[in-house]
């Protein structure tokens, strides 16, 4: 019976240096990644006051997001491994942490820079042609986006964003932390937070309150930059 042996241990050999080499790259992938930070404000966290204070703003960044970025960081680790073993079963699995927590992340990154000290008045130039446009005036956008927002049910953001395809702006309002782009399309221009550790010291149950004061603090020229590059 002739032998398999000589022609199959070189195979053998060349698919181990592969799976070996495969490992390695994965390995130095993993190590080179950037883990998420927690972004700096531009401002301090009684600069929102009275509209949003201090209390509210320092856990909400300092602790609530900062919790979205370790659990993200984590998150990653873990999807890394199950993908350097090919377990599949186990990157099903850590989908719904990865909505959750990069979700999180995203929104509130685009959250802070949507905010400002002196902020509030009116978009200028291309932006409000827009909203003028698509809405019929800013203040009914702002009744529509404001509607939209206070009806969330549970936790959740209201968002303004920009239909690539249409080339027209959006309401829309998204559950938990889901992502606006990752889950309509839509890219983000101005969010709104409502889950209750975004108010509820301040505004106890009256969230329409909270969405009414939070337009004296919204930074129109970042939505603004945000229309401009959506629109490249
Ligand atoms: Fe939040």
């Given at each position: 019976m002739p032998s398999t042996t000589?022609?199959?241990?070189?195979?053998?050999?060349?698919?181990?240096?592969?799976?070996?080499s495969l490992s390695q790259s994965i390995c130095k992938i993993a190590a080179s990644r950037q883990k998420h930070t927690l972004p700096d404000l531009t401002y301090d966290y009684g600069a929102l006051e009275p509209h949003i204070n201090a209390e509210i703003m320092q856990l909400h960044h300092s602790k609530h997001h900062a919790t979205y970025v370790n659990n993200l960081n984590v998150t990653e680790e873990k999807y890394e491994e199950a993908l350097a073993k090919g377990d599949v079963t186990a990157q099903v699995a850590l989908q719904p942490a990865l909505k959750f927590n990069g979700g999180g992340h995203i929104n509130h990154t685009i959250f802070w820079t949507n905010l400002s000290p002196n902020g509030g008045g009116e978009p200028q130039g291309e932006l409000m042609e827009a909203i003028k446009r698509d809405f019929g005036s800013f203040q009914k956008m702002k009744e529509k986006m404001a509607a939209v927002t206070v009806a969330v049910q549970g936790?959740?953001?209201?968002?303004?964003?920009?239909?690539?395809?249409?080339?027209?702006?959006?309401?829309?309002?998204?559950?938990?932390?889901?992502?606006?782009?990752?889950?309509?399309?839509?890219?983000?221009?101005?969010?709104?937070?409502?889950?209750?550790?975004?108010?509820?010291?301040?505004?106890k149950n009256v969230r329409p309150d909270y969405v009414k004061a939070i337009w004296n603090v919204i930074?129109?020229?970042?939505?603004?930059?945000?229309?401009?590059?959506?629109?490249?």
């Amino acid at each position: 019976m002739p032998s398999t042996t000589g022609s199959f241990f070189p195979l053998f050999c060349f698919l181990s240096r592969c799976a070996v080499s495969l490992s390695q790259s994965i390995c130095k992938i993993a190590a080179s990644r950037q883990k998420h930070t927690l972004p700096d404000l531009t401002y301090d966290y009684g600069a929102l006051e009275p509209h949003i204070n201090a209390e509210i703003m320092q856990l909400h960044h300092s602790k609530h997001h900062a919790t979205y970025v370790n659990n993200l960081n984590v998150t990653e680790e873990k999807y890394e491994e199950a993908l350097a073993k090919g377990d599949v079963t186990a990157q099903v699995a850590l989908q719904p942490a990865l909505k959750f927590n990069g979700g999180g992340h995203i929104n509130h990154t685009i959250f802070w820079t949507n905010l400002s000290p002196n902020g509030g008045g009116e978009p200028q130039g291309e932006l409000m042609e827009a909203i003028k446009r698509d809405f019929g005036s800013f203040q009914k956008m702002k009744e529509k986006m404001a509607a939209v927002t206070v009806a969330v049910q549970g936790s959740g953001w209201g968002w303004l964003g920009y239909e690539k395809e249409t080339g027209r702006l959006r309401i829309a309002a998204c559950a938990n932390q889901d992502p606006l782009q990752g889950t309509t399309g839509l890219i983000p221009l101005l969010g709104i937070d409502v889950w209750e550790h975004a108010y509820y010291l301040q505004y106890k149950n009256v969230r329409p309150d909270y969405v009414k004061a939070i337009w004296n603090v919204i930074n129109w020229e970042n939505v603004h930059e945000r229309l401009q590059i959506a629109k490249k």
